[in-house]
């Protein structure tokens, strides 16, 4: 077999906001974002926040992995970079389960097989298994030694419903989706708990409900709150008592009927074992954002030899943590549900590239599509969405400078009926940086949902502000955005590929490079271009870099190349391998002709077609008063009703346009 050797580790934190609070509505922040749930114990950001790790080879195969750190991601980040990194160059990656010994050695002896350090190997374990299973062709719980099932049962975790008739009314919603199992996030008072237990068995009565009491009781209470749940037949009890009490534990599970579970405390083999010995669990609930899947299996097979199940726990995990676990899941024998909160499920897709297979009801073991390497195709959603002919529209104003909506319209008719591949915004010809947030809101509601691809402009230079333009555009119906590098710090190659990077990974939109320098003042040569397009989540480049055909040449036959420059130089660009081109919006009914005789075989018919557009194309170069010529040129073809610039754009003066004029009558 090839001889494969791990070449680079990296890591992002991820923080992402979600449409609704983990667990519901919450009291309040402490500073940095972070705040208690009274009376539980436990800190909880209003976030979403991870670290993802991606392993990568000499060979360019790669992995990625998560672990689990609902807050203060950037330690894990910094135990991975600066003490488990160095120990996996160079390695072999295949040999996953020695580098989880070599791994664990570090700081074993020094008491860190528990707490961040376990977390951080468990993001590094993960990434592992992803990329063995890549390198040998099979999905992870083949390598585990096979699924026992293809589709893995899960319950319903959380009702963050404020009271119990609210909590009662969304159970009977899931039970109504086919969901037979619910999971109660309580601790409130045994009384309270009671209450609520009560309400939500009475939506429905074939639910099967468990507690989660979060480490909130005593023993005294938890043995009154388990004997009453004995009476009532729940599922069983989660974290009734504080977490270290081993011997309460013990003497609670030996007290009652209902199982005592346990698991998410902790990491490893060792401290399951101690448990499972004393009798003070009755089943066991691991996370592997914690424990990872290497140790995981060797819990599960600790609890098998007690003769005890393993449900795996999840909580805040997004997706690369939620498809291990179910990997996981689909290979432990006793088995009987995987946690699914679908709060989380609501975020977690966000850092995928296709959403995890299945629902509330079961989730499948499929081979899940992680972020890819190259800026080839989507995994599963067929070819590159940036190709063919993807006019830049330009943005119609009213002589009084407000949004023309009514002629944005036209124009995107315009668009289609010329037959163009997709269409983009906020690009250098649509006077993006005259646009407000809510300007662009407006103007993919109408832009999207056109049957093509849109292609969004992002021009912000900090990293958090592009971040939030992304997931705006996202939000507003966009498939992909089109980045230009910070160019205001002047940035290093390291500093592009940084940002790019954090972009990618956390604005939940495939992005596109824009590499002009000419505006930019940025210079993005094919070896850091290479770099960028390996990032997961870049999957293509607009090249606008005179000459802009070797770059392309150089750049397209293993990624996605685009053009742009107006198409100026389109059929070069296409004789190189360029996948399309993305010029102004004028001209896409005399350019797509070209293009069809191009891809037919006939290149002189097409060089000949093209020659005849080229006076149109270069005057439409023309810095300073590139937008007024686009528009004067759409007012004149009756398809926007103004040629209105904002400033400090120019508008072209009469001379200008009695030259366009002639142009035009040329081409008519």
Same mark, same amino acid.
């Given at each position: 077999?090839?001889?494969?050797k791990?070449?680079?580790v990296d890591?992002?934190v991820?923080k992402l906001?979600p ?16 705040f ?8 909880y ?5 991870t670290v ?9 195969s790669?992995?990625?992995?998560e672990?689990?750190a609902p807050?203060?991601?950037? &330690?894990?980040?910094?135990i991975i970079?600066r ?5 996996l ?6 040999r996953v ?8 050695g570090l700081?074993?002896?020094?008491g860190h097989?528990?707490g961040?350090q ?10 592992l298994w992803d ?5 040998h ?7 585990l ?6 589709e893995v049962p899960t319950y319903v975790s959380g009702?963050?419903?404020p009271t119990?008739?609210?909590r009662?009314?969304?159970a009977a919603?899931?039970? @109504? ?9 309580l601790?409130?008072?045994?009384e309270?708990d ?12 074939g639910?099967?409900i468990?507690?989660?009491?979060h480490w909130?009781?005593?023993l005294?209470q938890a043995?009154?709150?388990g004997?009453a749940?004995d009476?009532r037949?729940a599922w ?15 003497e609670?599970a030996?007290?009652?009927a209902?199982p005592?579970?346990?698991?998410e405390a ?6 399951f074992?101690?448990w ?10 691991p996370?592997v954002g ?9 819990i599960?097979?600790?609890?098998a030899?007690h003769?005890?199940p393993?449900?795996?726990?999840h909580?805040?995990?997004?997706g690369v943590m939620?498809a ?8 432990i024998?006793?088995m009987?549900a995987?946690e ?8 977690a897709d966000r850092?995928?590239t296709?959403?995890?297979?299945g629902g ?5 073991p499929?081979r899940?599509?992680w ?6 195709p989507?995994p599963?959603?067929?070819a ?5 002919l993807?006019p830049?529209?330009a943005t ?6 407000t949004?023309d909506l009514?002629?944005l319209?036209?124009?995107v008719d315009f ?7 997709g ?9 993006g ?15 999207? @949902?056109n049957?093509v691809p849109v292609?969004?402009g992002?021009g912000?230079?900090?990293?958090l ?5 992304v997931?705006?555009a996202a ?6 955005v089109?980045l230009?590098?910070?160019y ?7 500093? &592009?590929i940084d940002?790019f ?6 604005? @939940?939109l ?9 505006q930019?003042? &940025?210079?993005?040569?094919v070896?850091?271009?290479?770099e ?5 989540g870049?999957e ?6 005179q000459p802009?055909a070797?770059? &392309? ?6 990624f996605?190349v685009l ?6 130089f389109?059929?070069e660009?296409y004789a ?8 102004a919006?004028?001209f896409?009914d005399l350019?797509?002709?070209v293009l069809?005789?191009?891809?037919? @075989?006939?290149?002189a ?5 093209f020659?005849?557009?080229l006076?149109?194309i270069?005057y439409g ?12 040129v759409?007012v004149r ?8 610039v904002?400033p ?9 346009l009695?030259?366009?004029d002639d142009?035009l009558?040329d081409?008519a």
């Amino acid at each position: 077999m090839l001889q494969v050797k791990i070449e680079r580790v990296d890591t992002f934190v991820v923080k992402l906001v979600p449409p609704e609070a983990y667990l519901g509505a919450h009291p309040g922040e402490a500073e940095g974002g972070y705040f208690l749930r009274p009376p539980w114990r436990s800190l909880y950001s209003s976030r979403f926040e991870t670290v993802l790790t991606r392993i990568t080879c000499s060979d360019g195969s790669y992995g990625w992995g998560e672990g689990l750190a609902p807050v203060a991601p950037e &330690v894990l980040k910094e135990i991975i970079d600066r003490l488990l990194a160095p120990a996996l160059l160079g390695q072999d990656p295949r040999r996953v389960r020695p580098l989880w010994t070599r791994l664990g050695g570090l700081m074993r002896e020094r008491g860190h097989l528990v707490g961040h350090q376990a977390d951080a190997m468990a993001a590094v374990d993960i990434a592992l298994w992803d990329l063995a299973g890549k390198l040998h062709g099979a999905p992870v719980h083949a390598l585990l030694g096979g699924a026992f099932r293809d589709e893995v049962p899960t319950y319903v975790s959380g009702l963050p419903r404020p009271t119990d008739a609210e909590r009662a009314a969304l159970a009977a919603e899931w039970a @109504g989706r086919g969901v037979r199992a619910v999971k109660l996030h309580l601790g409130n008072g045994v009384e309270e708990d009671l209450a609520t237990y009560d309400a939500v068995a009475a939506a429905h009565p074939g639910l099967r409900i468990a507690i989660d009491a979060h480490w909130a009781y005593d023993l005294s209470q938890a043995l009154r709150l388990g004997r009453a749940l004995d009476e009532r037949g729940a599922w069983f009890l989660e974290a009734p008592l504080v977490p270290e009490d081993l011997a309460a534990h013990r003497e609670l599970a030996a007290a009652l009927a209902t199982p005592v579970a346990v698991g998410e405390a902790m990491r490893n083999r060792y401290e399951f074992r101690a448990w499972l010995e004393a009798r003070a669990v009755d089943l066991c609930q691991p996370d592997v954002g914690r424990t990872g899947i290497t140790e995981a299996m060797a819990i599960a097979e600790v609890a098998a030899a007690h003769h005890v199940p393993v449900a795996p726990h999840h909580s805040v995990g997004l997706g690369v943590m939620v498809a291990a676990g179910v990997h996981l899941a689909a290979a432990i024998e006793a088995m009987p549900a995987l946690e699914y909160q679908p709060g989380t499920m609501a975020v977690a897709d966000r850092v995928l590239t296709a959403p995890i297979a299945g629902g509330p009801r079961q989730l499948r073991p499929v081979r899940h599509p992680w972020p890819r390497r190259r800026g080839r195709p989507l995994p599963d959603r067929g070819a590159p969405v940036s190709r063919g002919l993807i006019p830049v529209l330009a943005t119609p104003f009213h002589p009084d400078g407000t949004l023309d909506l009514p002629s944005l319209r036209r124009l995107v008719d315009f668009q289609l009926e010329s037959g163009v591949d997709g269409m983009a915004v906020f690009g250098f010809a649509s006077e993006g940086f005259a646009l407000t947030a809510a300007e662009r809101a407006e103007i993919l509601g109408v832009v999207a @949902g056109n049957g093509v691809p849109v292609v969004a402009g992002v021009g912000s230079t900090g990293t958090l502000d592009a971040i939030e333009q992304v997931r705006a555009a996202a939000e507003h119906g966009a498939d992909v955005v089109m980045l230009l590098p910070p160019y205001l710090v002047k940035p290093s190659g390291s500093q &592009v590929i940084d940002f790019f990077g954090a972009v990618a990974a956390e604005g @939940g939109l495939p992005v596109m490079i824009q590499d002009a320098p000419a505006q930019t003042g &940025v210079p993005m040569p094919v070896s850091l271009l290479v770099e960028l397009l390996k990032l997961e989540g870049v999957e293509s480049v607009k090249i606008e870099t005179q000459p802009t055909a070797p770059k &392309v040449g150089a750049l397209a036959a293993d990624f996605a190349v685009l053009g742009g420059q107006n198409a100026l130089f389109v059929l070069e660009e296409y004789a190189r391998g360029a996948v399309g081109t993305m010029p102004a919006c004028e001209f896409p009914d005399l350019l797509a002709p070209v293009l069809s005789t191009w891809s037919e @075989g006939d290149r002189a018919g097409a060089r000949a077609a093209f020659t005849r557009l080229l006076p149109l194309i270069r005057y439409g170069l023309q810095p300073g008063i590139a937008w007024s010529i686009h528009k004067h040129v759409l007012v004149r073809r009756g398809i926007i009703a103004s040629a209105t610039v904002r400033p400090p754009a120019l508008d072209a003066d009469a001379a200008t346009l009695a030259w366009l004029d002639d142009i035009l009558d040329d081409l008519a």
